[in-house]
């Protein structure tokens, strides 16, 4: 390609092996991650067919979906995941697949692990059996899900045949409010552009107020990509993104390191790059958001009013909106702010970092959540958790009447047993509110660290910026 080119553009053909034409390419994959969910299965295929991996060495493995998030677990405390757990630590020593175990520096929730342990790297390109590994992006790395069949593909040869996404571009410049932080900004563009904004696309985030946020933010925008229909999530590294990577177990080392920061410098779009869509959004227009619906893009922001169905014009939206109020058990036209929770779950792939638990430990500290409200912190891996207690965090959430727990998925997509009960309303960290996603019959509302700990001390959905 000449011209101009997208930071999409100069990571794709940078790993072009072959272009098989029509848009499609044969592209090397540098780094493959598995999860106790889908590995298993990818691993089982590969023996299936007497297949070797091909690079053990970029291929990393970690338990998060299906073990238990509970104080002391072991990989068979949820008994129905132990076939999972020990196939996959199995099928990983069997293919010198570095995996790391329940209690082992690098357990976590893979999205989270792959950043802090330097596997994920600006201009590299990663995949995953699993939808938010577009969350890697906020590194500068081309990170998407992939199906089973496409990861044991990519296990065997190292590569995958990919068709090249449609570049689109949001641009988000000014400065964000009080109680305003990135989970805010994705919600807000998801309730601005819709849940199909980003279909067919590689979207690349950029302006002031991205630049301006810090790495684990960059993270936490990128995660909900994927929820825009796209297939990753893209932002720029800069220097906050060289000194996060630098120093970290598989990141490059010294001088190797300075010759890959003096190649990722040039990971940014050039002047004059072409988009296929490219959207301005104004950071003055962000506030604290909260998800009324079933969908991500259900939101408003917290003092806004419960939408009316009758205000759509779309018969399919306006028929969405009421199957989403109706299961919800909300009424249009209230305020949102006021409506009770049963619970309130900070953790997840989106908002489990320890920049996360600091917002959420910084609305709680020296208070105590609401008698009916059960609340539960689950750090995204052994870092975080080890990190966090170093500084105490755990005792200000323990203090407050919250369960600290250990590292996993948990009640996010709650697969693992571990679930709100039928009826119960959840404020939730994670990102993802579909029908039964908590468990059957959950109704969550999607919202920052600093708003569901504001929950959990009301009561009730609440306006952070009153604490």
Not at 27 to 38: C, E, F, G, M, T
Request: charged share 20%.
């Amino acid at each position: 390609m000449t011209g101009p080119q997208t930071i999409l553009d100069k990571i794709w053909e940078a790993h072009v092996v072959r272009d098989l034409g029509d848009g499609w390419a044969l592209l090397h994959i540098d780094r493959h991650l598995l999860h106790d969910l889908s590995g298993p299965r990818s691993l089982m295929q590969l023996r299936e067919r007497g297949l070797p991996v091909r690079n053990p060495d970029l291929v990393f493995a970690t338990p998060d979906h299906i073990v238990s998030s509970a104080p002391g677990r072991t990989g068979s405390t949820f008994a129905p995941g132990a076939r999972l757990y020990e196939g996959l630590r199995a099928l990983s020593a069997a293919a010198g697949i570095h995996f790391f175990d329940l209690g082992e520096t690098g357990q976590g929730i893979v999205h989270v692990m792959a950043p802090e342990m330097g596997i994920a790297l600006p201009g590299a390109t990663l995949i995953c059996g699993d939808s938010h590994t577009c969350t890697n992006g906020g590194l500068g790395a081309l990170a998407f899900g992939v199906g089973t069949t496409e990861s044991a593909h990519a296990l065997a040869s190292g590569t995958l045949r990919m068709q090249r996404p449609k570049r689109m571009r949001i641009s988000v410049d000014g400065r964000l409010g009080r109680g305003c932080t990135a989970k805010d900004v994705i919600l807000h563009i998801l309730k601005t552009l819709g849940a199909s904004a980003g279909v067919q696309h590689s979207i690349e985030y950029a302006g002031s107020a991205i630049r301006a946020l810090d790495v684990e933010a960059r993270l936490t925008l990128c995660n909900l990509s994927v929820e825009l229909g796209a297939r990753s999530g893209l932002v720029a590294p800069d220097d906050k993104t060289f000194a996060y990577v630098e120093g970290r177990p598989f990141a490059p080392k010294a001088q190797a390191f300075e010759q890959a920061r003096r190649s990722w410098r040039d990971l940014a779009s050039d002047e004059g790059a072409s988009f296929d869509r490219d959207v301005e959004l104004d950071a003055a227009d962000v506030a604290p958001v909260v998800t009324w619906g079933t969908s991500p893009d259900q939101g408003i922001s917290i003092d806004g009013l419960i939408p009316d169905p009758s205000s759509a014009t779309d018969p399919n939206q306006r028929e969405s909106m009421v199957a989403a109020l109706e299961y919800m058990g909300l009424e249009p036209g209230k305020p949102i702010v006021g409506t009770p929770v049963d619970w309130v779950f900070i953790g997840s792939c989106t908002n489990s970092r320890l920049s996360d638990l600091r917002d959420a430990a910084s609305i709680i500290r020296g208070r105590t959540k609401a008698d009916r409200v059960t609340a539960w912190v689950v750090p995204g891996s052994l870092q975080v958790k080890r990190a966090a207690e170093a500084e105490g965090l755990d005792r200000v959430f323990r203090d407050a009447g919250f369960e600290w727990r250990e590292p996993g998925c948990s009640m996010c997509v709650a697969a693992n047993g571990e679930q709100v009960p039928p009826g119960a309303r959840c404020v939730s960290t994670s990102n993802r509110n579909f029908v039964g996603r908590q468990g059957p019959r959950a109704r969550t509302h999607l919202t920052s660290p600093a708003s569901a700990a504001a929950a959990a001390l009301a009561g009730a959905i609440a306006d952070v910026r009153t604490f």
